[in-house]
């Protein structure tokens, strides 16, 4: 970990710790009903101030707590047009297998690469601590990802242009 990258995940980590204190809150409008408030947003008081924690303009965390939920969107370091599309591609392929990790979201939220939603229940049958360590876990290898994509594709297309140039 890069020593400027630590105490921005750091700063991430303490804020989702803070965030994480979640209980069972049915809804006030229906009877037996229990959805995330960060979600549905039907009363404005149980939802707690959103948190921007940010590394530079590109690369930043929004923790949107509320009293059951918190949804934590990410934006990823994405440098030139080949990390956009890599950083596209590769989150689009997990949102389409978000069932597989039980706390991703199918849907990002605008201005961000790829959301969590952490609800009350994830944090009953799951460590809280785990959770957290996921999320920041997450942050450190997605950038080495798509690093190692990026050279992959690099020098396949230095292998592939020197193929087609030997023949000139």
Same mark, same amino acid.
């Given at each position: 970990?890069?020593?400027?990258? +630590?105490?921005?995940? =750091? ?28 979600? =549905? *947003? ?15 303009? +590109? ?16 934006? =990823? ?19 389409? *297998? ?10 990002k939220i605008e201005g961000y690469d790829i959301s ?33 994509? +990026?050279?992959?594709?690099?020098? *396949?297309?230095?292998i592939c242009a020197e193929e087609f140039l030997k023949?000139?």
């Amino acid at each position: 970990m890069s020593a400027t990258l +630590k105490p921005y995940l =750091i700063c991430v980590k303490r804020t989702l710790e803070a965030a994480m204190c979640l209980e069972n809150f049915s809804s006030q409008k229906v009877e037996r009903h229990n959805k995330p408030e960060i979600e =549905i *947003r039907e009363s404005p008081e149980l939802l707690l101030n959103p948190v921007i924690v940010s590394r530079n303009e +590109k690369e930043r965390v929004l923790i949107e707590p509320s009293i059951n939920s918190v949804r934590v969107s990410i934006a =990823i370091k994405q440098a030139d047009e080949i990390e956009k599309l890599l950083c596209h591609k590769f989150m689009g392929f997990m949102m389409r *297998r978000a069932e597989n990790f039980v706390i991703l979201r199918r849907k990002k939220i605008e201005g961000y690469d790829i959301s969590f939603l952490i609800t009350n229940f994830h944090t009953e049958e799951m460590l809280r601590h785990k959770l957290v360590d996921f999320v920041i876990h997450f942050m450190e290898e997605i950038d080495k990802e798509i690093s190692e994509m +990026k050279l992959s594709v690099n020098s *396949r297309a230095r292998i592939c242009a020197e193929e087609f140039l030997k023949k000139f």
